[in-house]
């Protein structure tokens, strides 16, 4: 029989034990209250921006929405000066131009208000959340009045007023808008406080979803009234320059029938002429698509003055000059 020796002096070690594994190392399912509610606003929000990014984002949807905002700020100005704007042959890149006269104020005041609205929320949760029961339910009482108040009127003056291309009827659509992201933000912040209970997944994201909406077709309609307004605006102010705008002559090869009201007919006498007739006292607007948008020095819309609009051809010629009056004609010719 072979003696078998301690482990030590054979170089062989017996089994080891297994050790025991530490209680934090083991794997436990986490509980339930560490688990992102189902409803929550994080999760909500990420899908809806998923949602939204794939229907926002093409560049089309933008260049649309401008291409309108600049038909717009035209058709207004235009149509003050009683000319249709569709006859003056604008092109894409025109509208497009038109609409930063027609959206700079509003996008600049609701980049503005929404800064304030983050510091703003920054600067409230945490005061809540230190406070006491009872003025977190003031709070969340007047957020909740203010919010319902401005929907309400707003939507109402909506409905009432419509849309008139004014500026200031904008206000109406505005004031809903904000109504809207206030009542929204009150329920942010009661869910927050986990004063009520969230909604579930599918009903958060709904909730957004609508909320979205709602502000957008209100800001659409705010932005259209605007856009209706500013053009008004450039149309008066454009009007009340004309008396100081450089001369302009044109030539004709065949009288026009202008009308006369502060316009002047010169025929040349000279039967060589290239163009047999002149006409002072006008203005040149605009020209656009191969026509010259041009106005009386003296155009007033309230004693119906025309406005004229001619086709860029070789029968007509025009002259500027850099002072209010034109050159005088030779004795004789033009």
Sequence with gaps: MTAVGPARETGQEPDAAPEAVPPQAAAAPAPASAAPAAGSGAGALPQLARVLGG??????????????????????????????????????????????????????????????ALRGNAALLPALRAGSPRLRSLALRAVTTLGIVLAVTGGTLTLLIGGSGSGYVALAPVGFAAGVVVLGYAVHVRRSLRETRAAAGWADAAEWMITFFLVAISLFSAASDYAGGVGVTRARQLVSEL????????????????????ITETRCASSDAGFRY????????????????????????????????????DPI????????????PSAGAC
């Design 55 to 116: 229907v926002v984002a093409p560049t089309t949807l933008l260049t649309g929405l401008l291409y309108y905002f600049g038909w717009l700020h035209a058709y207004y100005l235009f149509g003050y000066l009683g000319v249709n704007s569709t006859t003056l042959g604008f092109g894409t890149g025109d509208y497009l131009m038109r609409s930063v006269d027609a959206l700079y104020m509003p996008l600049t005041v609701a980049a503005i208000a929404a800064l304030l």
């Design 317 to 328: 010629r025009l002259e500027f000059y850099p002072g209010t009056t034109a050159a005088a």
């Design 278 to 313: 002149r006409y002072d006292g006008l203005v040149l607007v605009l020209e656009s698509g191969g026509k010259y948008l041009l106005l009386p020095r003296q155009w007033s819309r309230a004693n119906g003055s025309a406005a004229i609009l001619l086709a860029e051809s």
């Design 243 to 262: 008396p100081y705008q450089p001369a302009v002559l044109l030539y004709s090869e065949h009288s026009l029938d202008l009308p006369p009201a502060g």
